[in-house]
């Protein structure tokens, strides 16, 4: 069963930095592409970040390119977020997902087939505020 756990949001201000991390059981990173993802009250669920290790490929929404980087370990089986130079549109629940390498791309998860994923944890709230 495949599961996914957030950890690491919380209150920052502006310009700080947080890292969140996605914790994955009943399956290994090597086989699938996981992806963050965002949603603001009243905004629909975006793509932020999408790494997929079986070919060494990330995608990164323009809004986040150059302050956020997204890795994986794969002997911890878990997916990090490192987030720097946080602003306050940068305020939204983070979720992580996951899905088969081997039917999307790091592109087509995080932008074109967000409800096509099919696994996702329960989020973790990201608040940058001074």
């Known amino acids: 069963q495949v599961q996914l756990v957030e950890s690491g949001g919380g209150l920052v201000q502006p310009g700080g930095s947080l890292r969140l991390s996605c914790a994955a059981s009943?399956?290994?990173?090597?086989?699938?592409?996981i992806g963050w993802f965002r949603q603001a009250p009243g905004k629909e669920r975006e793509g932020v970040s999408c790494?997929?290790?079986?070919?060494?490929?990330?995608y990164y929404a323009d809004s986040v390119k150059g302050r956020f980087t997204i890795s994986a370990d794969n002997d911890k089986n878990t997916v990090y977020l490192q987030m720097n130079k946080l602003k306050a549109e940068d305020t939204a629940v983070y979720y992580c997902?996951?899905?088969?390498?081997?039917?999307?791309?790091?592109?087509?998860?995080?932008?074109?087939?967000?409800?096509?994923?099919?696994?996702w944890g329960q989020g973790t709230q990201v608040t940058v505020s001074s």
């Open positions: 997902a996951a899905d088969l390498a081997v039917v999307t791309t790091v592109e087509h998860m995080c932008v074109s087939d967000i409800t096509l994923v099919p696994s």
């Open positions: 009943g399956f290994t990173l090597d086989y699938y592409a």
């Open positions: 790494i997929s290790t079986s070919d060494d490929t990330s």
